[in-house]
């Protein structure tokens, strides 16, 4: 009885990490069939991109530190933090666009971290 519960818990175990390494792989991350999120990837369009987009970058990081700093304040105003919500948004688009130029894989940037790195974090 003991040996059969030892073998099915490897057969178990085995299992379980073959279905998240095929799903790794097909997910794209491991360079499977479906190409993954930086299928086409070409260092030097992408060294370009960073070349162009060097201003904006800085712009992005400077919007998003004065946004930070006005949010840490006791009281905002309303108004400016819009404004500045807005300006991050369309630097935000700017960038899309360009990554979309250079055929390089547009970022989500929902936590407005101004980065342009880490496309995906992997399966694990």
């Known amino acids: ?66 946004y930070n700093a006005l949010l840490a304040t006791s009281n905002p105003d309303p108004k400016r933090t819009a404004a500045l919500s807005r300006e991050i948004s369309a630097l935000h688009d700017q960038l899309r666009t360009q990554a979309r130029s250079y055929n390089l894989p547009a970022r989500n940037y929902a936590g407005h971290n101004g980065r342009m790195d880490g496309y995906g974090r992997g399966c694990w």
């Open 1 to 66: 009885m003991k040996k059969t519960m030892l073998i099915l818990a490897v057969i178990s175990l085995i299992a379980l990490i073959a279905t998240q390494a095929f799903a790794c792989y097909m997910d794209g991350y491991w360079g499977g069939p479906m190409g993954g999120p930086i299928a086409g990837f070409d260092r030097g369009n992408h060294q370009e991109f960073y070349d162009k987009t060097a201003q904006l970058r800085q712009d992005l990081a400077a919007r998003q530190g004065e």
